[in-house]
């Protein structure tokens, strides 16, 4: 069973649309994220939620908008899509309610999104 | 804001050969992750650390947490070819917000 799912993996699609990617974890975590890894492989947190609350929100284009339905589920919806936007977009969950496994985070298999 | 040096950068040896790769900061970090990415997939958790001075293995990695919570290790002893990948380093800041940074990675290729 896939821990942490995202859809969908490989993503191709012209400048100006609006696109989405969805996630879902069935770990039972408290906490999902959405990260970003450039062409120089380097990841980086862009937003992270905690029961449906947003509590990181990074310097992130308002293109960008994160929706959490429920705590098993984290959505990134872009607008107006960008050539700079290409690239691979990783979810991930964690518990964050403490303890000393509380902070490991798991990621997705990752979202491939190239803007043409 | 908290950053991760992460070195190497990049590695290619013989297999059986012993690897290193190690992480600092210039700031204390409560955790100490360590990842490994496979070509089209995302990162794996490989070893999680959380206490300072605190040493631990995974088959036949091994990672510390350094005395001064700046820095982190991972040796891999008798390395193979399926080592091949990116490795990060990853930690948790002084904050506890959740936000995990990253190292740049060190991407490892094993001749076999």
């Known amino acids: 069973d896939t821990a942490v799912s995202q859809t969908p993996k490989y993503l191709v699609t012209q400048m100006g649309n609006d696109k989405s990617i969805k996630c879902e974890q069935n770990l039972g975590h408290d906490t999902m994220y959405w990260y970003k890894q450039d062409s120089k492989k380097f990841l980086k947190i862009m937003f992270s939620y905690n029961n449906k609350e947003l509590i990181i929100n990074e310097t992130v284009p308002n293109r960008f908008s994160p929706k959490s339905p429920d705590k098993a589920h984290l959505n990134l919806h872009i607008n107006s899509l960008e050539l700079g936007d290409s690239a691979v977009y990783f979810c991930a969950s964690s518990r964050i309610t403490g303890g000393p496994w509380g902070n490991t985070i798991y990621f997705g298999e990752g979202s491939w999104l190239t803007v043409v | 804001g908290q950053q991760l040096n992460q070195s190497p950068q990049s590695m290619f040896i013989q297999e059986g050969e012993d690897v290193s790769m190690n992480c600092t900061s210039s700031s204390i970090f409560n955790t100490w992750l360590w990842y490994k990415q496979d070509p089209g997939e995302g990162p794996v958790l490989l070893i999680a650390?959380?206490?300072?001075?605190e040493l631990t293995s995974n088959g036949r990695l091994t990672a510390q947490f350094g005395i001064t919570r700046k820095d982190s290790f991972l040796n891999i002893s008798a390395s193979i070819p399926s080592d091949v990948g990116i490795y990060f380093c990853a930690g948790h800041g002084s904050s506890n917000t959740g936000k995990l940074i990253f190292g740049q990675g060190t991407t490892l290729q094993v001749k076999p």
């Open positions: 650390l959380y206490k300072a001075g």
